[in-house]
């Protein structure tokens, strides 16, 4: 499985950014693709979520600002981010679990992409 991200930057506050995420060699019915990002110093954490039925979840510091899509083939991933805030600099990793079940723990996740950097001034 590959997973590669794109279209990080940097940005003001208030600006928006949207991320891509390309994902190829797997075959499954049931899966769940997750944004997470890891901020220098911290843990990496759970942002956004989608399920195969696109039933999406989201951490309650992004609600309302971000939005997580894919397209119908599951071979890409989204993630368009609004009002966009100094605590969201980190870098963003997509990452892909075969279930249905969208776990927001990041050791959920086998495959996950390289990530890219999005910093927030």
């Known amino acids: 499985v590959q997973l590669v991200e794109s279209g990080g930057g940097s940005v003001q506050a208030g600006g928006s950014l949207r991320l891509s995420c390309v994902v190829s060699g797997y075959t499954t019915r049931s899966y769940c693709m997750g944004w997470f990002r890891q901020a220098p110093g911290k843990e990496r954490e759970g942002v956004a979520a989608?399920?195969?039925?696109?039933?999406?979840a989201y951490t309650d510091s992004v609600k309302g600002r971000f939005t997580i899509s894919k397209d119908n083939a599951g071979n890409s991933l989204f993630l368009h981010m609004t009002n966009l805030k100094p605590e969201d600099t980190a870098m963003y990793y997509c990452a892909l679990r075969r279930s249905q079940y969208c776990s927001p723990e990041p050791h959920d996740y086998p495959d996950w992409g390289q990530g890219t950097q999005v910093t927030v001034s």
């Open positions: 989608i399920r195969r039925d696109d039933l999406t």
